[in-house]
Every structure is written in structure tokens, then in C-alpha cells.
T-cell receptor, first 112, second 115 residues
Framework: SAVISQKPSRDICQRGTSLTIQCQVDSQVTMMFWYRQQPGQSLTLIATANQGSEATYESGFVIDKFPISRPNLTFSTLTVSNMSPEDSSIYLC?????????FGSGTRLTVV | AQKITQTQPGMFVQEKEAVTLDCTYD???????LFWYKQPSSGEMIFLIY??????QNATEGRYSLNFQKARKSANLVISASQLGDSAMYFC????????????FGTGTRLKVLA
């Protein structure tokens, strides 16, 4: 299965600033997914990122707040923009290969 | 709409005992996949087991087995011979088998294995 390197693993950010999270995959994959896990909650899909096209966002998530780049088949970034304390969450990327998708190790974001 | 329900927010089990984590689902799609993931306190998501909607037999992976009852729309995870390292959050998930292949996750069950 694919191996994903996700950075940063954690960060503490000031409100109003932005943070870019990176995911590097060790093989080419068509679809990458970005999830948010708010404290004590389940995972919620933010968007699906395909190479060469605009990301598809789920209800409640917008591109201005969570811009995504997917420049090639092994890399993607998610930016959390104009952060507020409500954005404090774990953010995970995921790729689909085979049956069980592989997840990155997550980025634990705290906004103060 | 697709939905996953996990009704046990927390469970305790004695070391070396078996434990069942419940999961029910709802979908109108005849073709789907059901998954269980483990999330330790470190935050990563670890794939445990998969069951396809057309699979006739229950899936097994080592100490993990999935009790799939299609008519009841349930996909319970059974962990045999629990170990202290099994203490974690466990998520049941369903994935579309067409379109975007995205997951829908349940709310999770926190399992604590007692020595």
C-alpha cells in the first residue's frame, strides 16, 4: 500500500493566519482526499483532489477557506486560511489504493 | 443518503478477552464496501479490515473479524484476545463503489483494554 508523508505533524497558529499542510505519496495516485477531525469527533471529508482539475468540495467547505493544490499525482497541499479557534482540528490526507485507503499521520492544528 | 451509526461511545474489555464493536449502516446502493479503522492516540488512521457487500463470507484479518449481517445492515468488528495495544478509537466506515469513492465514517468507539 502507499506510504504518505504528511507535514507538519502539529502546529500552533495565531488566529487570522494561514497554514499549508503537505502530503507526499510514494506512488502515483489518482484521487487524494482531505479530512478534518474536530476534537472528539469523527472524520469529515473536506474535498477530493484530482490531479489537473479543481478540487471537489463537500457541503460546508469552500475553496476560499480551504484551497487545495494538486500539481502532480504524488503531491497535494491543503491550506487552512484566515484561521479561527474553530479550525483547531486534526487534518488528514488520504489516498485510495486497493481496498483500505491509506491515511497520512495527520496534522494536529491548534489556533490561538 | 448513506449513514454509519456506532452506538457505543466507549467500551472496556479485559486483556485476552474478546470484544465486539457495533456498527450499523444505511445505504440504497447495492454495491458498497465496509471498513474498520483504528486510531491510536497519536492520531494516525490504521486500516484493519474490509467487507464487500457481495462477499459471502465474513472477513477476517488475524485477531480481527467482521460479523457482516447484510439483512440487518450491520458490520460489527470482533477483536479476539484483546491486547493493551488495542486501546484506541475505532471507526466504522462505508465507501461508495462508484463515483468519488469517498468514505463516510461513524462517530467512533473508544476501546480501553484493562490489564
Amino acid at each position: 500500500s502507499a506510504v504518505i508523508s504528511q507535514k507538519p505533524s502539529r502546529d500552533i497558529c495565531q488566529r487570522g493566519t494561514s497554514l499549508t499542510i503537505q502530503c507526499q505519496v510514494d506512488s502515483q495516485v489518482t484521487m487524494m482526499f482531505w479530512y478534518r477531525q474536530q476534537p472528539g469527533q469523527s472524520l469529515t471529508l473536506i474535498a477530493t483532489a484530482n490531479q489537473g482539475s479543481e478540487a471537489t468540495y463537500e457541503s460546508g467547505f469552500v475553496i476560499d477557506k480551504f484551497p487545495i493544490s494538486r500539481p502532480n499525482l504524488t503531491f497535494s497541499t491543503l491550506t487552512v486560511s484566515n484561521m479561527s479557534p474553530e479550525d483547531s482540528s486534526i487534518y488528514l490526507c488520504s489516498v485510495g489504493q486497493g481496498l483500505g485507503y491509506t491515511f497520512g499521520s495527520g496534522t494536529r492544528l491548534t489556533v490561538v | 443518503a448513506q449513514k454509519i451509526t456506532q452506538t457505543q461511545p466507549g467500551m472496556f474489555v479485559q486483556e485476552k478477552e474478546a470484544v465486539t464493536l457495533d456498527c450499523t449502516y444505511d445505504t440504497s446502493d447495492p454495491s458498497y464496501g465496509l471498513f474498520w479503522y483504528k486510531q491510536p492516540s497519536s492520531g494516525e488512521m490504521i486500516f484493519l479490515i474490509y467487507q464487500g457487500s457481495y462477499d459471502q463470507q465474513n472477513a477476517t484479518e488475524g485477531r480481527y473479524s467482521l460479523n457482516f449481517q447484510k439483512a440487518r445492515k450491520s458490520a460489527n468488528l470482533v477483536i479476539s484476545a484483546s491486547q493493551l495495544g488495542d486501546s484506541a478509537m475505532y471507526f466504522c466506515a462505508m465507501r461508495e463503489t462508484s463515483g468519488t469513492y469517498k468514505y463516510i465514517f461513524g462517530t467512533g468507539t473508544r476501546l480501553k483494554v484493562l490489564a
